[in-house]
């Protein structure tokens, strides 16, 4: 007999076992940074937010977004973070109750950036007159 597959059977997003498993990862994350238990030059006292995880669908890896307050000097505390991932996924296995601790990619979060480009997109006078019609 044979399988006929439909458009229903096919994930469309991330499940919800996925978006559970990068909500734990991202709070444990940004609890690490802020209590300042790695030891590295670059992220003593530099506020750091943790916007977002994305994880594979077999949890086996995580997409870390960050931004340092004020987002100076990104590109610096990205690379800090992918030198320490080894640190921080030693943390993440204590702290978390997961079969296996997700390996981590650090990338510097632009959504803030590119929300800016678009604020003034619409505040110029001919977009804002299209969009008014």
């Given at each position: 007999m ?6 229903f ?43 977002e ?28 973070l ?18 296996f ?24 006078p ?8």
């Open positions: 044979r399988q006929t597959s439909n458009n059977s096919k994930a469309i997003g991330p499940s919800n076992r996925q978006l559970r498993v990068a909500e734990l990862v991202r709070r444990s994350i940004s609890d690490i940074l802020r209590k300042n238990e790695l030891y590295e030059e670059a992220l003593a006292n530099v506020p750091i937010t943790v916007s995880v994305r994880c594979s669908s077999d949890l086996k890896l995580a997409t870390v977004f960050v931004l340092p307050l004020g987002g100076e000097n990104g590109q610096e505390v990205v690379k800090s992918a030198r320490n991932k080894g640190v921080i996924r030693k943390i993440l296995g204590r702290n978390l109750n997961l079969k601790v997700p390996d981590l990619r650090f990338m510097e979060d632009k959504t803030f950036d590119q929300m800016d480009q678009t604020s003034k997109l619409l505040q110029n001919t977009v804002r007159r299209d969009v008014v019609n």
